[in-house]
């Protein structure tokens, strides 16, 4: 099996139904990556751990989903020089918009690549993490090439009745 080069973190195992697409999307598209779970308050050293060893472990980008404060993808990012794109997940009590402003709403300086909230934020994180993989590896960059001619193949020119 390939040593991962995407680190999948996420701040609860709640977090997982959302994050599960980002490691669909990998999965189809032949990019090796790790799992864990890296609460920025409730494990605060294991995140601050995970963050100073990514690269040194190999990891070329980081995928974090948080919900509500969602403090795991600045927090990570603060701490690794790899691109981390954050996933707001879904939250009951504002339905993702905290999630969302607290990651997108990062000092000057700290980077988070920021995505849609949930389901769509995490195909597209995956796709997004995909993308920087197939700059150094050409199978991926082909099956993201095969990826994206299938979705445009897929749509179709004029509207149907039975649709």
Request: no cysteine.
């Amino acid at each position: 099996m390939a040593e991962p080069v995407v680190g999948i973190i996420m701040g609860s195992q709640s977090d997982w139904q959302t994050m599960q697409n980002t490691a669909d999307t990998l999965d189809r598209l032949g990019v090796a990556y790790e799992t864990r779970i890296v609460s920025a308050h409730r494990t605060p050293e294991r995140m601050v751990d995970y963050a100073k060893t990514a690269r040194e472990r190999g990891l070329k980008v980081i995928v974090a989903g948080a919900g509500g404060a969602a403090h795991l993808p600045g927090m990570v990012a603060s701490m690794t020089p790899l691109p981390v794109f954050g996933v707001p997940v879904q939250s009951k009590a504002l339905n993702g918009w905290d999630s969302l402003l607290s990651i997108a709403q990062m000092p000057g300086g700290v980077p988070v690549g920021t995505l849609a909230v949930g389901r769509s934020g995490a195909v597209n994180a995956g796709l997004l993490a995909a993308g920087v993989i197939a700059l150094l590896d050409p199978k991926v960059a082909d099956a993201l090439d095969a990826y994206r001619a299938e979705q445009s193949a897929g749509v179709a020119e004029a509207p149907r009745d039975d649709a």
